[in-house]
């Protein structure tokens, strides 16, 4: 299949299925010398794994990453990054039945239609499973920021009805708090949100934001490689994504060009804005400002309760899915929004290397 590689110059093929044998990475484009160990990504995959508290899936996997290739002593060596993370909880037998339909809100009607074939235990390639190797790579490609002065941070936004104070923002929560809220009163009416969704055996959906700091102007490519549409692109890819804001996103639409430019201003010598309604990017490139991504996530298709569906006959059934499901796939879904954002602004930085003549001669220039 096409479409499992994404970037420029650092670039990523992610590779595996939900109930394979295991999921993975190829990392090509990192430079050499940055210094990287398994413990580096592991906290990232720790952030997405499941069966780690009632607000996820019940499956219990130690996501345990293996650097296979492109790292020695400690550093990488600029050749292709090898990373590895082996299924050890799979029950493919939770899947047998619905080889012969097609459940509500999956992809196995578009899966079956476009390759005739496909592999049904947990959706495959179409399972959030294979955002293992996206978590893998974004660490690597985070580690790389924060060497440059850049900073990536995501959270959830909302679950359902319920909403995270922003006035109220707790860095700290997002790590400690079940849902990934950065407020921890909204948290817990989360939790007791999704157990009434729980009981009613049903499913939630919610929002998450992510934030962009330090990243300098004039990162981006002004027609089909802008900023803003690349990390749209990104965002979307993450399944179950639905909807991808940047900056004030859909209320711009309600407003006056007088309410909704942002003026500039100097400060320090340096033009900055007096808003940021634009979220840190005009035309397709950033302009030194706070970048501001939200994403809209579905509710998980898969609920505990009678739906009508067909099978792959022609016939109208009605269908009870069996398996391990998130009731809200947010929580889980933050930290590859994290990641997918922080892929998207280090290629940009390196790809922005050839921009300028004077750049170019400045770092190949050696003195006589």
């Given at each position: 299949?096409?479409?499992?590689?994404?970037?420029n110059v650092?670039?990523?093929t992610?590779?595996?299925?939900?109930?394979?044998?295991?999921l993975g990475?190829?990392?090509?484009?990192?430079?050499a010398?940055?210094?990287l160990?398994?413990?580096?990504i592991?906290?990232y995959?720790?952030?997405?794994k499941?069966?780690?508290?009632a607000?996820?899936t019940?499956?219990k996997?130690?996501d345990?990453?293996?650097?296979?290739s492109?790292?020695?002593?400690?550093?990488?060596?600029?050749?292709?990054?090898?990373?590895?993370?082996?299924?050890?909880?799979?029950?493919?037998?939770?899947?047998?039945?619905?080889?012969?339909?097609?459940?509500?809100?999956?992809a196995?009607?578009?899966f079956d239609?476009?390759?005739?074939?496909?592999?049904y235990?947990?959706?495959?390639?179409?399972?959030?499973?294979?955002t293992?190797?996206?978590v893998?790579?974004?660490?690597?490609a985070c580690?790389?920021l924060?060497?440059?002065?850049?900073s990536?941070c995501?959270?959830?936004?909302?679950?359902?009805?319920v909403?995270?104070?922003?006035?109220?923002?707790?860095?700290e929560?997002?790590r400690k708090?079940v849902?990934?809220?950065?407020?921890?009163?909204?948290d817990?009416?989360?939790?007791?949100?999704?157990e009434?969704?729980?009981?009613?055996t049903?499913?939630?959906g919610?929002?998450?934001?992510?934030?962009?700091?330090?990243?300098?102007?004039?990162?981006?490519?002004?027609?089909?490689?802008?900023l803003?549409a690349?990390?749209a692109?990104a965002v979307?890819s993450?399944g179950a994504?639905?909807?991808?804001?940047?900056?004030?996103?859909?209320?711009?639409s309600?407003?006056?060009?007088?309410?909704?430019?942002?003026?500039?201003?100097?400060e320090?010598?340096?033009p900055v804005?007096?808003?940021?309604?634009?979220?840190?990017?005009?035309?397709g490139?950033?302009d030194?400002?706070?970048?501001?991504?939200?994403?809209h996530?579905?509710p998980?298709?898969?609920?505990y309760?009678?739906?009508?569906?067909?099978?792959?006959?022609?016939g109208?059934i009605?269908?009870?899915?069996?398996?391990?499901h998130?009731?809200?796939?947010?929580p889980r879904?933050?930290v590859?929004?994290?990641?997918?954002?922080a892929?998207?602004?280090?290629?940009a930085?390196?790809?922005?290397?050839?921009?300028?003549?004077?750049?170019i001669?400045?770092?190949y220039?050696?003195?006589?």
């Amino acid at each position: 299949m096409a479409g499992s590689t994404y970037g420029n110059v650092f670039k990523i093929t992610t590779w595996g299925e939900s109930h394979g044998k295991a999921l993975g990475v190829v990392v090509d484009g990192c430079p050499a010398g940055l210094e990287l160990e398994e413990a580096d990504i592991q906290c990232y995959l720790d952030r997405r794994k499941p069966g780690t508290s009632a607000a996820v899936t019940s499956r219990k996997e130690p996501d345990r990453v293996e650097i296979l290739s492109g790292v020695f002593e400690g550093r990488t060596t600029g050749t292709p990054i090898s990373l590895m993370v082996r299924n050890t909880a799979q029950i493919s037998g939770d899947y047998s039945d619905i080889a012969s339909y097609y459940r509500p809100g999956h992809a196995d009607y578009t899966f079956d239609e476009k390759y005739g074939f496909r592999d049904y235990r947990g959706g495959g390639r179409s399972s959030g499973r294979e955002t293992v190797g996206r978590v893998a790579a974004g660490a690597i490609a985070c580690k790389v920021l924060e060497q440059l002065g850049v900073s990536v941070c995501a959270y959830t936004r909302s679950i359902g009805p319920v909403e995270a104070n922003l006035d109220k923002f707790d860095a700290e929560a997002i790590r400690k708090t079940v849902t990934a809220m950065p407020d921890e009163e909204a948290d817990r009416r989360a939790l007791q949100y999704l157990e009434e969704i729980r009981q009613a055996t049903d499913s939630a959906g919610g929002c998450m934001e992510c934030v962009v700091e330090g990243l300098p102007a004039g990162i981006g490519e002004p027609v089909f490689e802008k900023l803003d549409a690349n990390l749209a692109k990104a965002v979307m890819s993450i399944g179950a994504v639905k909807a991808v804001e940047i900056g004030d996103g859909c209320l711009v639409s309600a407003r006056r060009g007088s309410e909704n430019n942002d003026g500039f201003r100097m400060e320090n010598g340096v033009p900055v804005k007096s808003t940021n309604h634009a979220g840190g990017i005009l035309g397709g490139i950033s302009d030194g400002d706070t970048i501001h991504i939200r994403a809209h996530v579905k509710p998980t298709p898969s609920i505990y309760r009678t739906q009508r569906t067909v099978n792959r006959s022609g016939g109208e059934i009605e269908v009870n899915i069996k398996g391990r499901h998130d009731p809200v796939i947010v929580p889980r879904a933050v930290v590859v929004l994290e990641c997918m954002t922080a892929l998207t602004v280090l290629d940009a930085m390196l790809l922005n290397l050839s921009a300028r003549m004077d750049s170019i001669v400045k770092f190949y220039h050696r003195e006589a």
